[in-house]
């Protein structure tokens, strides 16, 4: 990065139009930018990759102002910035597209495109129609978009309201007299393919008068589109590529770095033994909201991984195996037992276990102690009768504390106190101390949690399979996926599409599923 | 398993701290008690301005009148502590007492037990109302106050229906060791009974889970909506007591003879530092709650506080007690 050691201002037409330095961010207990450098040039599309937890989510958000780095440092054209809210960094020319979009569905295109900003769309507190049809229209021109600026904006198709939200974001062009700096965070994750492509056409666009920053997961894509492609991982850069003649799996490698000879995974600890003779769990033609048809099986001490993207329904697939999201048609057996799916309490009652991704919204109860957490579900195990005794629950609470060694200075304490990893954990235990535990489905066990807590989850995965539980795996990361399953489904716009065996010393490369799953 | 392959979780001591902050603090231990202290000061300060007003008579008199109001408040405080809201409870009570007056002369001592039991079956049809159509209890609640005092004044043709029968409540004015009513010990017996039950069960974390986040109880599968059907069933039954204590002391029932004890109800919760946003309280917080929210009526005349101005000091005492007893550290959002 020769831009570093030149002084931009002396050469003003090769200024870059963003530069990041040094970037540190902590949260407790993670680094989620251990000192990051970018450089995005003048009129350039630049790709961000990186994994699940590699840091660009707060990278980003650290450019539009909703984060506050640690230390390091942001240049816009030249100059040091300090970005405290989203509007100080649209004066600096600085917009997001958000990837969850942002805009007010009962509300008009032309009043979307001018919120916040209205100008001389208002007059005494009074909308002026005339004027923010203008101020809206000018906006979609420049993307050369032919939505109608007085269309109610749930009346607009996904693809339509990212151009809306391209066409706001573009705004910021009043703001400053520089071409600005677009960033688009996982445009693509919930998009067709045809509109994929008037995508890619408007980034091209974009790219005549403004700097754009891409972000996606899909590699090809990114390499289609972007000039150059920078890769994070483990909040750090780890370089940058031009993607004239790369390969996505010259990507991947940078993203995943050198896996090494440690094995993360504890792939060691995995036991073959004969399948026995019926599986476990049999999901026959399951279909919901969100999926339809999906057969599945898992036997007693297999781990079965689910991949797919943002989009293909296996995060419903798996709440829908505990009961907490209704299920349309379809039969699920646990051991030859018809499941009962119409609540929670059924699929609990058959020794199923779910954690949920949400670890601090569904996983836990923060303001709880650690012991109410852990024996929130298998209330017997604390009980004589309907009573809860205190020693009873002591004992086995200590017991299983010692066992996942969770570090708590006391089981009364409140979980929230915790972290991540000792919260996970306990809400692990809970579907583990009465040990009739037969199905655990995992939905992003690992996620928020740093390198060494995420080597305990797994090493807790591999001996409760051992142990004969059949477990579903909803990974954080291809690799993560890869690393845990003995099989994995592919699934694709709600339907499980593949099945690849991935035994130990067998295992498939990230590339291979990706492209099974677009 | 001792393969050497696994990691030592111990080895990475310092990857993470195990506890991002301390036990409580000093503060947050006197916070917990504020209710209490408040109760305290008050009496303190009633007695300060007019001696005479911490005599036997007065004490009696004033935990005497409080008995209703404890018993409405701590049933209503389960339905809180679930993370909803009651506002039904003083219409039904009225409604109760319609009941009461009513079915005395054909059921006699039968009629405390009858009326009850109604209440709290109309309590968990709200309840039901609540989980089965998804309606936010606030909103049930709301309809159900208004069908409730609507049913009262049509049954009762609008107007008290007095209480000929005296003999089958005449054991609520007696008085259990010499001085303290009967009606406030009923109140006290209830707040313990249940307070006991919760405490022993597995209630209390079914309670609690449901009140401070619904989805991760329902989805480590407690029985949610069973939990908050049983609160809205012992709401709707409290209700019912508290109208048999009111329709034995006023010798009648009367359809709108409940409908101003709403608002001190829910002041007593949340004066007892009960959450309104769920989880977090108790009825022994409530029942405090209730003995503030009454010296306040009582004591406030007493010591020649002008009625304009008795409504003026009632409020502002409440905000205030509220803002020292909600302990902020457990309630995350301040709704």
């Not at chain 1, 506050?68 to 809210?85: F, N």
């Not at chain 2, 409730?148 to 004015?173: C, E, H, K, Q, Y």
Request: overall charge neutral.
């Amino acid at each position: 990065m020769s831009a570093v050691t030149t002084h931009p201002q002396e050469s003003p037409a090769t200024v870059n139009a963003l530069e990041v330095r040094g970037l540190v961010k902590h949260y407790p207990g993670v680094k989620a930018l251990d000192g990051v450098d970018l450089v995005v040039k003048q009129n350039e599309v630049l790709g961000l990759a990186g994994e699940n937890g590699a840091g660009k989510s707060t990278l980003l958000k650290a450019l539009v102002g909703l984060v506050r780095p640690d230390a390091g440092e942001i240049w816009v054209r030249g100059e040091k910035v300090r970005l405290r809210s989203v509007v100080d960094a649209a004066d600096h020319g600085i917009g997001m597209v958000f990837q969850e979009q942002s805009l007010v569905p009962n509300l008009t295109a032309a009043e979307n495109i001018v919120l916040g900003s209205e100008g001389a769309g208002v007059r005494r507190g009074v909308y002026r129609w005339d004027t923010m049809r203008r101020l809206a229209q000018e906006q979609l021109d420049k993307i050369g978009s032919h939505i109608d600026p007085l269309a109610r904006t749930d009346s607009l198709s996904f693809a339509e309201r990212q151009m809306v939200e391209i066409a706001k974001v573009l705004r910021i062009e009043e703001r400053t007299s520089h071409p600005p700096v677009i960033i688009l965070d996982e445009p693509t994750s919930v998009l067709e393919s045809a509109e994929i492509e008037t995508l890619f056409t408007q980034v091209r666009r974009l790219r005549e008068f403004a700097s754009v920053v891409f972000v996606s997961h899909r590699l090809d894509e990114v390499l289609d589109v972007c000039d150059r492609v920078s890769v994070l991982r483990g909040g750090q850069s780890v370089g940058e590529v031009p993607t004239a003649g790369a390969e996505p799996a010259d990507l991947h490698r940078m993203m995943i770095g050198s896996t090494g000879s440690d094995d993360h995974y504890h792939d060691g600890l995995a036991e073959r033994s004969d399948e026995p003779a019926r599986p476990r769990l049999v999901v026959k033609n399951l279909s919901g909201r969100t999926f339809r048809d999906v057969d599945l099986e898992v036997h007693a001490g297999e781990i079965v991984g689910i991949v797919g993207v943002h989009g293909s329904g296996r995060e419903d697939v798996c709440r829908a195996l505990f009961g907490a999201e209704p299920t349309l048609a379809g039969e699920v057996t646990l051991d030859g037992e018809k499941l009962d799916l119409s609540g929670t309490r059924g699929a609990v009652a058959s020794g199923v276990g779910y954690v949920p991704a949400e670890r601090k919204i569904e996983g836990m109860v923060g303001p709880m102690s650690v012991a109410d957490n852990m024996m929130l579900t298998k209330q017997k195990a604390r009980c004589t009768g309907p009573m809860v005794v205190p020693k009873k629950q002591a004992t086995l609470v200590d017991t299983w504390i010692e066992r996942l060694s969770i570090r708590t200075p006391h089981r009364g304490t409140q979980i929230g106190r915790l972290s991540g990893g000792n919260q996970q954990k306990v809400v692990l235990a809970r579907w583990l101390v009465a040990g009739d535990i037969r199905l655990l489905l995992l939905d992003h066990p690992t996620r928020g949690l740093d390198i060494g807590a995420r080597s305990e989850v797994y090493r807790l995965m591999r001996e409760l399979a051992n142990s004969g539980v059949a477990t579903v795996l909803l990974a954080d990361s291809l690799e993560e996926a890869i690393g845990m399953s003995d099989r994995i489904i592919v699934m694709n716009d709600g339907r499980a599409t593949k099945e690849v065996s991935c035994p130990s010393g067998g295992k498939p490369t990230p590339l291979d599923l990706v492209k099974e799953m677009v | 398993m001792s393969t050497p392959v696994i990691a030592d979780p111990v080895a990475n001591p310092a990857a993470e701290p195990a506890v991002v902050t301390g036990a409580p603090t000093a503060a947050q231990r006197v916070t917990s008690f504020m209710p209490v202290i408040a109760l305290v000061a008050l009496l303190a300060a009633l007695t300060i301005a007019d001696p005479d007003f911490l005599t036997q008579r007065s004490l009696t008199a004033a935990v005497r009148t409080s008995a209703p109001l404890v018993v409405l408040a701590a049933g209503a405080t389960l339905v809180v502590l679930c993370g909803g809201i009651d506002l039904s409870i003083a219409a039904l009570c009225s409604l109760s007492t319609v009941f009461f007056a009513m079915w005395l002369p054909d059921l006699g001592g039968l009629t405390i037990l009858a009326v009850v039991a109604a209440a709290g079956a109309i309590g968990a049809v709200q309840g039901i109302a609540h989980v089965v159509l998804r309606i936010p209890s606030f909103v049930v609640t709301l309809g159900g106050m208004s069908i409730f005092s609507a049913i009262a004044l049509v049954i009762s043709d609008a107007g008290p229906i007095r209480v000929i029968d005296r003999d089958a409540t005449a054991w609520l004015n007696l008085y259990v060791a010499g001085y303290v009513p009967m009606s406030f010990f009923v109140a006290v017996l209830v707040v313990a009974v249940v307070s006991l039950v919760i405490k022993l069960t597995p209630l209390e974390s079914f309670v609690r889970a449901t009140g401070y986040s619904e989805s991760a109880a329902r989805l480590a599968g407690t029985p949610v909506d069973a939990v908050k059907v049983a609160a809205f069933t012992v709401s709707g039954a409290c209700a019912g007591l508290a109208a048999v204590m009111l329709a034995s002391r006023n010798f009648s029932g009367s359809p709108t003879m409940a409908d101003n004890l709403l608002l001190p109800a829910v002041a007593a919760i949340v004066v007892g530092g009960t959450a309104i946003t769920g989880g977090h309280g108790s009825l022994w917080r409530s029942l405090t709650g209730a003995l503030v929210v009454t010296l306040l009526r009582v004591g406030l005349p007493i010591v020649g506080v002008p009625s304009a101005w008795e409504q003026i000091l009632y409020g502002a005492i409440i905000v205030a007690a509220v803002a020292l007893t909600l302990d902020r550290s457990k309630v995350l959002i301040i709704k």
